[in-house]
């Protein structure tokens, strides 16, 4: 018997919900449908980058967008950039593009700051 093909995934819709105004239901939303992409392929670059990219337009519209340890932006720096930082460097590690290289350093910033 053949194998089923998995499904194609809808980057469309995981970019539309990463465009515009950042909510945390729009984040999850789109870590969802990232994380069902993973499922089907754990090395999925696309949904690792697109995850990254998710967790960062949230930490940063939770801390304004600067990298500066203040005790209110703990909490989104520490779950925020834990999170893009994983997804990033699985994406880094599967395959080096600019888009790869960016969110990994990106991530990687903010969870410096993160730690201390």
Request: proline residues 3%; charged residues 35%.
């Amino acid at each position: 018997m053949a194998k089923a093909k998995p499904a194609k995934t809808d980057y469309k819709a995981i970019d539309k919900l990463l465009t515009g105004d950042v909510s945390r239901k729009k984040t999850d939303e789109a870590v969802a449908l990232c994380k069902k992409a993973l499922a089907e392929d754990p090395d999925d670059v696309e949904a690792l980058t697109r995850t990254a990219r998710a967790w960062i337009r949230q930490l940063e519209h939770e801390t304004g967008t600067v990298l500066e340890e203040k005790r209110e932006y703990q909490p989104a720096l520490d779950e925020c950039g834990k999170k893009a930082l994983e997804a990033a460097k699985r994406a880094y590690e599967n395959e080096k593009t600019p888009d790869t290289i960016g969110w990994y350093l990106i991530s990687y910033g903010y969870h410096s700051v993160a730690i201390g």
